[in-house]
């Protein structure tokens, strides 16, 4: 069973910097494309960041490009999210996918985990 768990979400204020992490079991992300996405109160999921396989090449929303950025583990078998410089707009439940390619569609994503919140206060 696949299984993909996000955390290291919080409150945090203005500013302030966050690092999510996301670990997968049953599924070996080394041969996965992975991204970020997010999902704020009323609006609909939107792409934050991906990656590659192998992780050299990475993409990002134009919202949030110059404070995040995505990396992985493919030995841990996780991914990460750095974030920092947040704004209040960047409060939503942040969830981790894998896919078999790497872009901003929600669609392109086959595996999703849970979701952690992030709240940025001003």
């Known amino acids: 069973q696949v299984q993909l768990v996000e955390s290291g979400g919080g409150l945090v204020q203005a500013g302030g910097s966050l690092r999510l992490s996301c670990a997968a079991s049953?599924?070996?992300?080394?041969?996965?494309?992975m991204g970020w996405f997010r999902q704020a109160p009323g609006k609909e999921r939107e792409f934050v960041a991906a990656?590659?396989?192998?992780?050299?090449?990475?993409y990002y929303a134009d919202s949030v490009k110059g404070r995040f950025t995505i990396s992985r583990d493919n030995v841990k078998n996780m991914v990460f999210l750095q974030m920092n410089s947040l704004k209040p707009e960047d409060t939503a439940v942040y969830y981790c996918?894998?896919?078999?390619?790497?872009?901003?569609?929600?669609?392109?994503?086959?595996?999703w985990g849970q979701g952690t919140q992030v709240t940025v206060s001003s």
């Open positions: 049953g599924l070996t992300l080394g041969y996965n494309y």
């Open positions: 996918a894998a896919g078999p390619r790497s872009d901003h569609r929600l669609s392109t994503y086959v595996y």
């Open positions: 990656i590659s396989r192998s992780g050299g090449i990475t």
